[in-house]
């Protein structure tokens, strides 16, 4: 059973910067697919950002291209989302989750989540 930890949530004002990191327990996270999805009042969650297990290639929701950084730590389990520019609208519960591998199809593991609120 893997594990994941969410912390570096808060209140920011919009154009601040946050970064969210996500402790992962188990002997599986090098060979995990990691991603961050959100989800907002009112609205189902979405897709944000994921990273494959080696680290070379990620892949992000349109919204948050050239604002947020995915990227992962191996050696420490951990798995970050470096969040820029930050607008209202990224005001959310932020989620961790990996994937048993990299071409599973859905992600096995979630977080507990983090707050991240942006005011105008």
């Known amino acids: 059973q893997v594990q994941l930890v969410e912390s570096g949530g808060g209140l920011v004002q919009a154009g601040d910067s946050l970064r969210l990191s996500c402790a992962a327990s188990g002997r599986s996270f090098s060979s995990s697919r990691m991603g961050w999805f959100r989800q907002a009042p009112e609205k189902d969650r979405e897709f944000v950002a994921q990273?494959?297990?080696?680290?070379?290639?990620?892949y992000y929701t349109d919204s948050v291209k050239g604002r947020f950084t995915i990227s992962r730590d191996n050696g420490k389990n951990t798995v970050y989302l470096q969040m820029n520019s930050l607008k209202p609208e990224d005001t959310a519960i932020y989620y961790c989750?990996?994937?048993?591998?990299?071409?599973?199809?859905?992600?096995?593991?979630w977080g507990q989540g983090t707050q991240v609120t942006v005011s105008s």
């Open positions: 989750a990996g994937a048993r591998s990299d071409y599973a199809l859905e992600y096995d593991y």
């Open positions: 990273i494959v297990s080696s680290g070379r290639r990620a």
